[in-house]
């Protein structure tokens, strides 16, 4: 068979900007200095995440819209999940004492709003960490067609969560009224409290979500730690239990209250939200400082990791 | 480079690797990488160059065509122009806003409506709620979804979401449009429109790259191209040149390439113009092919001529009762309808299904040659010509 194999025979009017390479002038390598290095400034950073809110909160409500489209009890869900811990814990723990601290002016303040206080404050953690987690994966298609700053998707996950919060107030204005129980004045803390959470959630999300991205286990993870940490954060019980803790194999009891306050910022915030809102005292300044700090530390640590890792989100998810 | 105006796309010595192993390592994985590290025996991981050393520099209102077989890294050269994945070395700059038609689907949301989706892309691209508003008709007309656009994406066709997602990344402004290999899904008059509609955007100053296997759409739409071989450039320049270098290239592989051997061989094939010298358009062509045959039988002896791929602009066929052994086949075809140009020969020769012959020639390329004459009649911008033939006309103007 006759077959030509000549070299690639170049057309006849190859001189207008025509330029064939060969391979072999190619090196194995890159030269060192090429590499690219990923230095992400982190103020830098934040400030082009600051230009795109528009995109977290469009985002944010795509996901809000998604979630309770086609959802028949639509926007009770959010409210169930909370709803639902607080019956557990009522008709299982409502007898116990712990929690029948006296407001300032001497009423008894009932379990049922005294746990329901504390899950209220930890929605938002908990809401934005499970759906923050999982922000980059979920998000793939996306993210191979845009490219605003990846940390977005995530924190467009802590509006979603701020929107459950919100919603969980419908629950509690009703125990309030069941209880005939009126809110103090010092309520109006409460959204401090809040704002000084709002960091400590955005570091624990960019950290979960991008380390998902890496290790696909934390999927299994994350139901996980946000069981424990419930439990281990004076959600259901007091904060003062703090005061007393007993270290198997160390005499006499401890005061833990600060060292826990640096560990986990939730622990005085949720106390700080039960309290300015029923006993009707307000911020305890020293605990809120040692959270707010704690908090922002969180944030940068998170957000360090996030930037680091982004190289590889598009390649790996 | 902020001082380079909106839709510059700079690709400079760009490389990227990915791990050969493209799975997350698992821990214990991690674990073993790292014993054998310590005990010294290399722990580097396997990687595989996906892009080597690329450049193109196109300017704002240019169109630059990519081409290349499959895994050449085509489409990893417009993610990172898209600046969805990075470089390992080198430095991409893409000014302005980046409309990427990357995947039929992607980025609609199947459980949003049309109108969210709308004005989700509208947000995400950087466009505020009234400037979306005033193109909303244009994307809904051009999507020819119309009432539906209330409706949940994944109530549409696949074809309304594919249109819809063009009409999207084409309405919205972008300084910079990437298309990957996605009009080759929607139907004939939906391709046609989508390359009017780039033909429009590129008009109005943005910079288009298009990605596709579609040669002839490469050549109606782009003025420049690259062809990617391997991850590395192997030549860039006007696209109708890299294009025709291309098929070229194609051509040669398949006839390198191994031959299904069915029995029945081609021994030599010989094409000669009307005077046993060089082939001319219009003018008649001699095809003289030599064939051994393990067997006689009656069958039928195709030829068909192609500008290097498989599918032929024209075929002829030939039935008769072939005897076993040698034998020279002739044909003559009066005048040759083509175009100045490189095309290839190819042939098949089978008998019926059913007859008990086993032996055949399997459709492949016997040779190729160059046809001299008048060049290919330029289409309008954006109007692809699919095949190359030539029809001698006369005009008039009365």
């Known amino acids: 068979m006759s077959t030509i194999a000549e070299p690639l025979p170049l057309p006849d009017d190859a001189a207008d900007g025509l330029v064939v390479f060969d391979a072999s002038d190619i090196p194995d390598e890159p030269p060192r200095e090429l590499f690219y290095k990923h230095r992400p400034h982190l103020l830098r950073s934040a400030g082009e995440a600051w230009r795109h809110r528009d995109v977290m909160y469009t985002l944010a ?51 049922a709003l005294a746990t329901y206080a504390g899950l209220w404050g930890w929605t938002l953690f908990s809401q934005s960490m499970t759906g923050g987690a999982s922000a980059l ?3 793939k298609v996306m993210m191979a067609k845009t490219h605003f700053p990846r940390e977005c998707f995530s924190i467009s996950q802590i509006l979603e969560g701020a929107f459950t919060t919100v919603l969980c107030t419908a629950p509690l204005v009703m125990l309030l009224l069941v209880y005939h129980y009126t809110p103090k004045i010092t309520t109006l803390w409460v959204p401090l409290y809040f704002l000084i959470e709002v960091p400590f959630v955005v570091g624990v999300v960019l950290f979960t979500s991008s380390a998902m991205v890496q290790a696909r286990d934390l999927l299994q993870v994350i139901p996980i730690i946000s069981q424990f940490g419930m439990l281990a954060t004076p959600v259901v019980w007091p904060f003062t239990k703090m005061r007393h803790v007993h270290i198997p194999g160390i005499p ?30 307000g911020p305890h300044w020293e605990y809120l400082g040692i959270a707010a700090g704690s908090s922002i530390v969180y944030m940068v640590l998170g957000y360090a990791l996030f930037k680091k890792l982004e190289v590889n989100f598009a390649d790996l998810t | 480079m902020p001082t380079s105006p909106k839709g510059t796309v700079s690709v400079e010595h760009v490389w990227k690797r990915f791990r050969a192993d493209r799975s997350i390592p698992l821990f214990q994985e991690h674990i073993a990488r790292l014993g054998r590290r310590i005990m010294g025996r290399g722990g580097s991981r396997g990687y595989r160059w996906v892009l080597r050393d690329v450049n193109v520099h196109v300017e704002p209102g240019k169109t630059y065509g990519i081409i290349g077989i499959n895994g050449s890294g085509k489409s990893t050269l417009l993610k990172m122009i898209c600046r969805t994945t990075y470089p390992t070395a080198g430095t991409v700059t893409t000014v302005g806003r980046i409309g990427a038609l990357l995947d039929v689907r992607a980025g609609i949301h199947p459980d949003l409506s049309g109108e969210e989706n709308i004005y989700l892309y509208g947000t995400i691209l950087g466009l505020t709620r009234q400037q979306v508003n005033e193109r909303f008709a244009d994307i809904v007309e051009f999507a020819e979804i119309g009432d539906a656009v209330d409706r949940q994406i994944k109530f549409y066709s696949a074809g309304m979401a594919i249109r819809l997602g063009f009409a999207i990344a ?26 009017e509609r780039i033909t429009e955007v590129v008009q109005k100053g943005a910079t288009l790259f298009y990605v596709s296997h579609d040669l002839p759409t490469v050549e109606a739409v782009c003025e420049k191209a690259m062809w990617l071989s391997g991850g590395y450039v192997r030549a860039a320049g006007p696209a109708r040149q890299i294009v025709n270098l291309y098929r070229t290239s194609v051509e040669q592989q398949s006839m390198l390439g191994p031959a299904g051997d069915g029995g029945i061989r081609v021994l030599k094939a010989e094409v000669s113009g009307p005077d046993g010298g060089g082939v001319r358009s219009g003018e008649a062509v001699h095809l003289r092919i030599m064939v051994r045959s393990p067997e006689a039988m009656f069958g039928v002896f195709h030829i068909g001529i192609s500008q290097g791929t498989a599918q032929p602009v024209f075929v002829q066929r030939f039935a008769t009762s072939f005897p076993d052994g040698e034998f020279e086949l002739r044909c003559r075809l009066q005048a040759l ?62």
């Open chain 2, 170 to 195: 084409a309405y919205l402004e972008p300084d910079v449009l990437l298309v990957d290999e996605v009009l080759a899904v929607g139907d004939a008059r939906f391709q046609q429109k989508c390359l």
């Open chain 1, 61 to 111: 409500e795509r996901d809000i819209r998604v979630t309770y489209k086609q959802a028949l009890l639509g926007l009770g869900w959010a409210v169930l999940n909370p709803v639902l811990m607080l019956l557990i814990f009522t008709l299982l723990l409502g007898h116990e004492t712990s929690f029948q601290t006296r407001a300032l002016n001497g009423k008894v303040i009932p379990y």
């Open chain 1, 252 to 281: 006499g009891h401890h005061n833990l209250q600060l060292l826990y306050s640096i560990l986990n910022p939730l622990a005085p915030l949720i106390d700080n939200i039960r309290g300015s809102m029923l006993v009707g005292v």
């Open chain 2, 337 to 398: 309808p083509l175009p100045k140009g490189r095309y290839s020969l190819w042939g098949a020769m089978r008998a019926p299904v059913g007859s008990g012959h086993i032996a055949e020639f399997p459709w492949q390329p016997m040779l190729s040659f160059d046809a001299f004459g008048p060049d290919v009649i330029k289409a309008p911008n954006g109007v692809m010509v699919l095949s190359p033939v030539y029809v001698p006309a006369e005009w008039e103007l009365n």
């Open chain 1, 137 to 139: 994966v979920t998000n």
